[in-house]
């Protein structure tokens, strides 16, 4: 063994050289380009960027497209399509809409189409994304069909989360919410959501019909033979459904013209491609003469279908095989993202939402987690005294923004990105420093400009816009920061409606462990409207909250509106004693929401209509 040390030593180096060996001056990933193009609305961007929609199916004008005898697809409403079939026994509607509107537009269209009047017999349900438009669809008797876990996922999705703003505020980001809708910034396809979004009025049920977690089924709907799959690939209660008589597939987010997202920019769970890939090889073996995807133009001949199925889920499995690969021959993260390759007909021009460098490393974090083996990130310095350490070492702040302006000036993928390197290290030590946001600016609008994905873009133009004081929202300038926390604020009619068990839930991420320290405080508390009693006790600086049968001696009863305005700060009820106020004492809301500003009405309570919150691809 010691005697092969040297020589296994030698030949991983050896290997890892060749893996980690640049193409060129500059490594940079394959979704960046220096070809830019002007969009019809004015947008700087990339020619792949520019032709999403048509490759995705999304028309420019709503339409019921005949895909089939009795099949038709609904497109124009966005990124997400709908269809409809014509069963023996009444009509079958695959996906209700991001909106009842949207979904009232879809039928009126689909009436149009088929020349009279529609019974709707079934909805079925993919996933939960887009099953807002329900009410629209529904006729006396009619079925809704959906995974056994859909409603709980979509509640969970929704719920009153302590990281939901969070994830909410990057979802503006990387869908460019608050971006200029013409002009250089604007967003160049429809992988986009306007403000608006937040203003769609839900309409979802949930499915009484439901597909059991995990198998394949054969049912019967509406009279006509289905077969129902797990097809787990962005949310684990995703299907697909067969229709045999018909050789007609419909499938979410598994055959489309964009490399599969494994990660998303604005966060997530981890989608496991492994999972993804195992779930296909099902859908591969229907040998379907035509696929329907709801991100995706129609699909029709074996053969076409074919070739699709397998250059995307060939595609992930690719990225995911070689990743491990990379990292089993000792490469962290980054230099695995750098050296992957894929063959050209795999990825060229099909980075139009994520971006390889970016699943790759997800894959990483998924198996192996944050540490990528570099010791010094075991315990590293306070991110501000690195960024003090690191500019002193490179001649001063002064010297380092003259490379960033520099940097900015000479322009080019490597400079642009350096630059912002450069910047994010200024900005921790000032960030007011007028020369560092402005070269920042410069930088990550060029950037933004110059990537495929539409997740980057959307990152690195809210960057640019934010800097300049120029991210809008109802025509008052804000921060992501600020954004991040008028969405981390449940509103109080949405902490009324929900349970009382998700009211002090969220509860226990508002305690301050300074203020808590040696405290300890038990009592029990119900809810109006809830029989439930509820054990809430803090020790050890957290909240433990559990089901009791028994009041205790110190115990609290509330209105569903008392406890939401506690949840929100506005004081303990008087009627509640000390318990309350002794717990208040140790909360620290100021991290989550925002203490008096004014919260612009498109992010505010809107009123006793349901909304759909979500900003999910």
Same mark, same amino acid.
């Given at each position: 063994?010691?005697?092969?040390?040297?020589?296994?030593?030698?030949?991983?180096?050896?290997?890892?050289?060749?893996?980690?060996?640049?193409?060129?001056?500059?490594?940079?990933?394959?979704?960046?380009?220096?070809?830019?193009?002007?969009? #019809? =609305? !004015?947008? *700087?961007?990339?020619? /792949?960027?520019? %032709?999403?929609?048509?490759?995705?199916? @999304?028309? +420019? $004008?709503?339409?019921?497209?005949?895909?089939?005898?009795?099949?038709?697809?609904?497109?124009?409403?966005?990124?997400?399509?709908?269809?409809?079939?014509?069963? #023996? =026994? !009444?009509? *079958?509607?695959?996906? /209700?809409?991001? %909106?009842?509107?949207?979904?009232?537009? @879809?039928? +009126? $269209?689909?009436?149009?189409?088929?020349?009279?009047?529609?019974?709707?017999?079934?909805?079925?349900?993919?996933?939960?994304?887009?099953?807002?438009?329900?009410?629209?669809?529904?006729?006396?008797?009619?079925?809704?069909?959906?995974?056994?876990?859909?409603?709980?996922?979509?509640?969970?999705?929704?719920?009153?989360?302590?990281?939901?703003?969070?994830?909410?505020?990057?979802?503006?980001?990387?869908?460019?919410?608050?971006?200029?809708?013409?002009?250089?910034?604007?967003?160049?396809?429809?992988?986009?959501?306007?403000?608006?979004?937040?203003?769609?009025?839900?309409?979802?049920?949930?499915?009484?019909?439901?597909?059991?977690?995990?198998?394949?089924?054969?049912?019967?709907?509406?009279?006509?033979?289905?077969?129902?799959?797990?097809?787990?690939?962005?949310?684990?209660?995703?299907?697909?459904?067969?229709?045999?008589?018909?050789?007609?597939?419909?499938?979410?987010?598994?055959?489309?013209?964009?490399?599969?997202?494994?990660?998303?920019?604005?966060?997530?769970?981890?989608?496991?491609?492994?999972?993804?890939?195992?779930?296909?090889?099902?859908?591969?073996?229907?040998?379907?003469?035509?696929?329907?995807?709801?991100?995706?133009?129609?699909?029709?001949?074996?053969?076409?279908?074919?070739?699709?199925?397998?250059?995307?889920?060939?595609?992930?499995?690719?990225?995911?095989?070689?990743?491990?690969?990379?990292?089993?021959?000792?490469?962290?993260?980054?230099?695995?993202?750098?050296?992957?390759?894929?063959?050209?007909?795999?990825?060229?021009?099909?980075?139009?939402?994520?971006?390889?460098?970016?699943?790759?490393?997800?894959?990483?974090?998924?198996?192996?987690?944050?540490?990528?083996?570099?010791?010094?990130?075991?315990?590293?310095?306070?991110?501000?005294?690195?960024?003090?350490?690191?500019?002193?070492?490179?001649?001063?702040?002064?010297?380092?923004?003259?490379?960033?302006?520099?940097?900015?000036?000479?322009?080019?993928?490597?400079?642009?990105?350096?630059?912002?390197?450069?910047?994010?290290?200024?900005?921790?030590?000032?960030?007011?420093?007028?020369?560092?946001?402005?070269?920042?600016?410069?930088?990550?609008?060029?950037?933004?400009?110059?990537?495929?994905?539409?997740?980057?873009?959307?990152?690195?133009?809210?960057?640019?816009?934010?800097?300049?004081?120029?991210?809008?929202?109802?025509?008052?300038?804000?921060?992501?920061?600020?954004?991040?926390?008028?969405?981390?604020?449940?509103?109080?009619?949405?902490?009324?409606?929900?349970?009382?068990?998700?009211?002090?839930?969220?509860?226990?991420?508002?305690?301050?462990?300074?203020?808590?320290?040696?405290?300890?405080?038990?009592?029990?508390?119900?809810?109006?409207?809830?029989?439930?009693?509820?054990?809430?006790?803090?020790?050890?600086?957290?909240?433990?909250?559990?089901?009791?049968?028994?009041?205790?001696?110190?115990?609290?009863?509330?209105?569903?509106?008392?406890?939401?305005?506690?949840?929100?700060?506005?004081?303990?009820?008087?009627?509640?004693?000390?318990?309350?106020?002794?717990?208040?004492?140790?909360?620290?809301?100021?991290?989550?929401?925002?203490?008096?500003?004014?919260?612009?009405?498109?992010?505010?309570?809107?009123?006793?209509?349901?909304?759909?919150?979500?900003?999910?691809?």
């Amino acid at each position: 063994m010691l005697a092969l040390g040297p020589a296994a030593v030698t030949a991983s180096t050896s290997a890892r050289a060749q893996e980690t060996k640049a193409p060129g001056p500059s490594w940079h990933s394959q979704s960046l380009t220096t070809e830019t193009v002007t969009g #019809p =609305n !004015g947008s *700087i961007t990339t020619p /792949t960027a520019l %032709s999403v929609n048509p490759r995705m199916g @999304m028309t +420019e $004008t709503k339409i019921a497209e005949p895909v089939a005898p009795g099949v038709y697809a609904l497109r124009g409403w966005g990124i997400a399509h709908s269809f409809a079939i014509e069963a #023996p =026994n !009444g009509w *079958i509607i695959v996906d /209700t809409g991001n %909106s009842t509107q949207a979904a009232a537009e @879809m039928r +009126e $269209t689909l009436e149009r189409a088929v020349g009279k009047k529609i019974k709707v017999a079934a909805i079925l349900l993919t996933h939960w994304h887009y099953a807002d438009g329900t009410a629209a669809w529904l006729d006396e008797g009619t079925e809704i069909w959906g995974h056994e876990h859909l409603d709980r996922n979509r509640i969970a999705s929704g719920s009153i989360g302590v990281i939901g703003g969070y994830l909410l505020s990057r979802a503006t980001a990387q869908f460019g919410v608050f971006h200029p809708t013409t002009g250089p910034d604007a967003f160049p396809n429809a992988l986009s959501f306007t403000p608006d979004k937040f203003l769609l009025v839900s309409s979802y049920k949930p499915p009484t019909k439901l597909f059991p977690d995990g198998k394949v089924i054969d049912v019967v709907i509406a009279g006509e033979p289905i077969e129902v799959a797990p097809c787990r690939t962005d949310v684990m209660d995703s299907v697909a459904f067969y229709f045999p008589q018909r050789r007609l597939m419909v499938t979410n987010f598994l055959v489309i013209e964009t490399i599969f997202n494994i990660y998303t920019l604005r966060g997530g769970a981890f989608r496991n491609p492994e999972v993804l890939v195992s779930d296909t090889r099902w859908v591969e073996s229907k040998n379907a003469e035509i696929l329907l995807d709801i991100h995706n133009q129609t699909l029709r001949g074996e053969k076409v279908v074919r070739e699709a199925l397998e250059r995307s889920i060939d595609s992930v499995q690719l990225i995911h095989d070689q990743a491990l690969r990379l990292i089993a021959s000792g490469l962290g993260p980054r230099e695995a993202a750098e050296a992957l390759y894929m063959p050209r007909n795999l990825r060229r021009s099909r980075e139009g939402y994520g971006q390889v460098e970016s699943h790759v490393r997800q894959i990483y974090n998924g198996n192996i987690g944050w540490f990528d083996g570099d010791v010094y990130d075991i315990n590293p310095l306070s991110v501000k005294e690195e960024a003090e350490r690191t500019v002193e070492a490179m001649g001063g702040r002064a010297a380092v923004q003259k490379m960033a302006t520099r940097a900015v000036a000479d322009g080019g993928l490597a400079n642009w990105r350096w630059a912002l390197k450069l910047t994010s290290l200024l900005l921790k030590l000032d960030p007011t420093d007028a020369t560092a946001r402005q070269a920042r600016t410069t930088a990550a609008r060029a950037l933004g400009q110059r990537t495929d994905s539409s997740n980057a873009r959307g990152f690195y133009i809210t960057e640019a816009l934010q800097m300049e004081g120029k991210l809008l929202v109802q025509e008052q300038p804000q921060t992501m920061d600020g954004i991040r926390k008028f969405l981390s604020t449940p509103r109080a009619e949405r902490l009324t409606a929900v349970s009382a068990e998700q009211n002090l839930q969220f509860v226990r991420y508002l305690v301050d462990p300074r203020k808590a320290e040696g405290q300890r405080l038990v009592f029990t508390l119900a809810a109006e409207g809830d029989p439930q009693i509820r054990r809430v006790e803090l020790r050890n600086s957290v909240l433990v909250i559990s089901n009791t049968d028994a009041k205790a001696a110190a115990h609290v009863d509330l209105t569903r509106s008392e406890l939401a305005n506690f949840v929100l700060g506005k004081g303990a009820p008087a009627k509640a004693g000390d318990a309350l106020t002794e717990l208040d004492r140790v909360l620290d809301r100021s991290r989550l929401m925002p203490p008096t500003t004014p919260i612009p009405a498109v992010l505010d309570a809107k009123g006793d209509l349901k909304y759909n919150d979500g900003l999910q691809h």
